[in-house]
């Protein structure tokens, strides 16, 4: 049976840095409050006329494709994360494939929102061990700038987020040392409503957009932090020892994890239960806040770009969010 092996890593960030004082000019919150609370410095917000969602994952894929010694017409199927596409249809996937001239292959569009990236992974997984296909782009893209309350009604979301791509290209093997060796994919949909965008809904009377929706708040985010927070730290831990489990494997044998950047308490609180050392953590959160689908492809195309990966290392990502969904994928690199 076939493997599928990353080969190529790439990521793209906004120029645009948004420093936690630029927040202060917007809504009553504090630097202080901010890097207590989430380990968050700043974030980069797109530039409308510069960035889009698909231009950005088309950046993110072009180094991928570069560092993977490919070219687009080599891929055979793209799987693209966002919960902030470009059009409400059809999806972001469908205008970078156009931008990447791929016409013909074909595209997936997920959500999965947080955890959007590793579910991508582990379809484009499926493909390739089924013998499907040999190639695959996987991407995961977002601008939340745009979307999110910036008055001091939307404080507690509006600091949190970020703008940003990432993007991996996997290739057919036949290594098992050099490989993706599982991934591991769970939701829970009671949990929907305690992260979520109401709005632009389909089940609503009349016109889909009035007036009132948008003065009630319903395309806002709304998030029950604590809830998010408390689920979090618990399913990270969970479904990264399914993963060892699964393997026979222990905590001890991560060279490194790769965590969805939602919190640095909760990548904390996660690193300390497996007993893993800060270097053995990867956190960007502080210089690019959380990107949603584009945090664990932005955080690993940095790792690898800091040296970060090694021949033969037991690399780990997990996710978590909204959904609720959280997912892992364990890959020998
Ligand atoms: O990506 C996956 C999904 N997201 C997450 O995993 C995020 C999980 N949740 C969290 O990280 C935390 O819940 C937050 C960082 C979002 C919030 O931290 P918290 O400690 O849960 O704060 P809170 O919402 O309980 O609010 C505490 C206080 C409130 O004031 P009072 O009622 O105690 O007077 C808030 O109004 O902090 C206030 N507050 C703020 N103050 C300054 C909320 N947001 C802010 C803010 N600046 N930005």
């Known amino acids: 049976m076939a493997l599928s092996r990353i080969t190529g890593l790439g990521y793209y960030v906004p120029d645009n840095v948004i420093t936690n004082n630029d927040l202060t000019k917007w809504m009553e919150t504090s630097d202080e409050w901010i890097q207590e609370r989430t380990g968050i410095r700043e974030r980069r917000y797109f530039e409308y006329g510069k960035d889009t969602n698909y231009s950005m994952a088309a950046a993110a894929s072009r180094q991928a494709l570069e560092h993977a010694g490919l070219t687009p017409g080599d891929i055979d199927v793209i799987v693209y994360a966002t919960i902030t596409p470009d059009y409400f249809f059809p999806g972001s996937a469908f205008l970078m494939q156009r931008e990447l001239g791929m016409d013909g292959k074909p595209v997936i569009d997920i959500r999965e929102q947080c955890s959007g990236f590793v579910y991508a992974l582990s379809i484009a997984d499926q493909f390739i061990k089924s013998g499907m296909y040999k190639t695959a782009l996987v991407v995961g893209s977002e601008i939340q700038s745009s979307w999110i309350d910036k008055s001091t009604a939307g404080r507690n979301t509006a600091v949190i987020f970020g703008d940003g791509a990432g993007a991996a290209v996997l290739t057919a093997t036949e290594d098992p040392q050099h490989c993706i060796i599982s991934t591991h994919l769970h939701a829970d949909g009671r949990y929907a409503e305690e992260l979520f965008v109401r709005e632009p809904g389909s089940s609503r009377p ?5 007036k009132e929706m948008i003065e009630e708040g319903g395309f806002n985010v709304y998030m029950n932090g604590n809830a998010v927070f408390k689920h979090a730290i618990v399913r990270f831990g969970e479904v990264i020892r399914e993963a060892l489990e699964k393997n026979g494997l222990e905590a001890g044998d991560i060279d490194l994890l790769v965590p969805h950047q939602a919190n640095i308490r909760i ?15 990867v956190n960007n959160i502080q210089r690019f806040g959380n990107t949603t689908a584009a945090s664990v492809p932005i955080a690993l195309a940095e790792a690898f770009e800091n040296g970060r990966l090694h021949d033969g290392n037991l690399i780990c990502l997990a996710a978590f969010g909204s959904g609720f969904t959280w997912a892992s994928a364990l890959i020998r690199w």
């Open 206 to 210: 009349g016109r889909t957009i009035t």
């Open 267 to 281: 990548s904390d609180y996660v690193r300390q239960q497996l007993g893993l050392s800060e270097s053995q953590v």
